[in-house]
Structures are given as structure tokens and as C-alpha cells.
């Protein structure tokens, strides 16, 4: 079964950086799309990032000029460099990578995030 690993999260002052690494536990061929999605206490799941097998970026307004979403094909990991974080950033990271041809959504099993003001 595949299972996407997550790593990097943790507590960062607001303006400072975190840097967020995703890796599958095995290769998946057909991913098409990976991306970034979190949650916060109270809310629901919000798409954060996502980057497309033809390197087509993507990012909700209130991150754009902060993060920037990124591939590693020599490590076969999918990163999301954060950086000007600020306490509205605080939630659970959640990686995402989506098959087209089945159709299939794998998840991880998410990472916290904290900006302390």
C-alpha cells in the first residue's frame, strides 16, 4: 500500500521558515499532481499548493510571494519551501499526490505546524 511520508513541520516565531518534504513510500508512475494542504483547529481541509508533472504551480492568495511548492526528482520528494510565516500559517500539512488514469487520491498522514506571534 502506498503511503506518502511527510517531514519538516514544527513550531517557527512568526517571519521565520519552515521547509516541508513528502516522499511515497514507493514509486507511483501516474501521479499527475502533488500538493500541499492543511487544516486548521475549527476549519476545513484548504488546497495550499500544488504542482502539476509539467511543473504548473499553483497557490491559494494568501500564501502567494511566501511559498513556494517545488519537486525533487533526484530524491523523489515534493517540498514546500515556507518562508515569512505568519500565526494564521499554524495547521496541520497534509501531502497530497492525485493519479489521473485510476483516479486514485494517496494522502500522508500530516505534519503540525505552529507560528508562535
Known amino acids: 500500500q502506498v503511503q506518502l511520508v511527510e517531514s519538516g513541520g514544527g513550531l517557527v516565531q512568526a517571519g521565520g521558515s519552515l521547509r516541508l518534504s513528502c516522499a511515497p513510500s514507493m514509486d507511483i508512475p501516474c501521479i499527475t499532481t502533488m500538493a500541499w494542504y492543511r487544516q486548521a483547529p475549527g476549519k476545513g481541509r484548504e488546497l495550499v499548493a500544488s504542482?502539476?508533472?509539467?511543473?504548473?504551480?499553483y497557490y491559494v492568495d494568501s500564501v502567494k510571494g511566501r511559498f513556494t511548492i517545488s519537486v525533487d526528482n533526484a530524491k523523489n520528494t515534493m517540498n514546500l519551501q515556507m518562508d515569512s510565516l505568519e500565526p494564521e500559517d499554524t495547521a496541520v500539512y497534509y501531502c497530497n499526490a492525485h493519479c489521473d488514469l485510476i483516479r486514485e487520491d494517496y494522502w500522508g498522514q500530516g505534519t503540525q505546524v505552529t507560528v508562535s506571534s
Open positions: 504542482i502539476t508533472s509539467s511543473a504548473m504551480t
